[in-house]
């Protein structure tokens, strides 16, 4: 059995592959549409982060007591880091469309498929 996680299996660049390898038009159009269902909806939430980061920097700037002052910044803190990790799920999503724009090339599929 070939090693799918390695692309061992995988035509060379170019080759092209028999029609009955490459699959039907609704699995392509399902895996190109849920890749980029997902790649929306972490954009969405990576807007909704940055929103929060913003109205987190507006009321750390309004307050005096620094005891609510580092509250702030705590819950800062963690609304940054999730969006930095947000944004590598964007970077994946986007590059799992690209390398899945780059398989059904190689195989075949044609462009109207994955529109």
Known sequence: ?????????????????????RGDEASWRKRVTDIREQ???????????????????ADFTARDDPAQRAVIETDRNKAVAEMERVRKEIQDYQKA??????????????PGWLR
Request: glycine content about 8%; charged content about 25%.
């Open 39 to 57: 790649l929306s909806r972490t954009q969405l939430f990576e807007q909704a982060l940055q929103t929060r980061v913003n109205a987190l920097d």
């Open 1 to 21: 059995r070939p090693d799918r996680a390695t692309g061992a299996d995988a035509p060379e660049p170019g080759t092209p592959v028999p029609p009955g390898e």
């Open 97 to 110: 469309l690209v390398a899945l724009q780059d398989e059904a090339r190689r195989a075949g599929v044609p």
